[in-house]
């Protein structure tokens, strides 16, 4: 099993639409998350860490659930500009990363 | 604040060529890191520095690939010699230590041939 898992998507929501991505992860040693984004031939970008107590900013909202194993990121009112890569990493000795979750926002 | 700088941007060579990509991180961070992205996939590490001392390059084809980050500070990666499969983008990434979040630089985009 891979240290961290995403569902590749491309999920394909319209303007204003509230859609979730869920990233699993294996060795719970981890103490630190983060959510990337990267736009297409850009390289990735932080979006928001996320902490045990959950994450929000703006429209984007991150979760960590160590019992279950994985972080999830909500995105809300998703804009046409939210369509891109997101990438989910596991902070530790040696970080790694998820394969990326695609999301095109259409009109 | 000055963000990662990689060169060269773009590179095409042919199979069996050598090719070297440099990296200069933001100053202060003590951790250093190469990535291989193969398009439609993530991040793959190839090697992580700590100063100049190798943490992890356990995914690094050592057969063909080498780095080095003198000084703690800036580092090269080569092939020598590349495959048609080393076609991708590298990206040098650095972090203040391997908890924290990483920047990365822009990435050179190398098209073997």
């Known amino acids: 099993r891979k240290e961290v898992e995403q569902d590749p998507g491309p999920f394909n929501v319209p303007e204003g639409a509230t859609v979730a991505f869920n990233c699993t992860y294996s060795?719970?040693?981890?103490?630190?998350f983060f959510w990337y984004r990267q736009d297409c031939r850009k390289e990735p970008k932080l979006l928001m860490s996320?902490?045990?107590s959950g994450n929000e900013d703006g429209r984007f909202t991150a979760q960590l659930n160590r019992a279950s194993q994985y972080i999830s990121l909500l995105i809300r009112d998703s804009k046409l500009s939210d369509s891109a890569t997101y990438l989910c990493?596991?902070?530790?000795?040696?970080?790694?990363f998820g394969r990326g979750t695609s999301l095109i926002v259409h009109p | 604040e000055a963000g990662v700088a990689q060169s060269p941007r773009y590179k095409i060579i042919e199979k069996r060529q050598s090719v070297a990509f440099w990296c200069n991180p933001i100053?202060?961070?003590?951790?250093l890191y190469w990535y291989q992205q193969i398009l439609g996939q993530g991040p793959k590490l190839l090697i992580q520095?700590?100063?100049?001392?190798?943490?992890?390059d356990s995914q690094l084809p050592k057969d063909r690939f080498s780095a080095e980050r003198l000084k703690g500070v800036d580092s090269t990666l080569k092939i020598q010699p590349a495959k048609l499969e080393d076609s991708a983008v590298y990206l040098c990434?650095?972090?203040?230590?391997?908890?924290?979040?990483?920047?990365f630089g822009q990435g050179t985009r190398l098209t073997v041939v």
């Open positions: 990434a650095s972090s203040l230590d391997s908890t924290t979040e990483a920047f």
């Open positions: 060795n719970s040693a981890s103490q630190s």
């Open positions: 996320v902490y045990s």
């Open positions: 990493s596991k902070g530790s000795y040696i970080p790694t």
């Open positions: 100053s202060g961070h003590a951790t």
């Open positions: 520095f700590q100063n100049n001392g190798v943490v992890d």
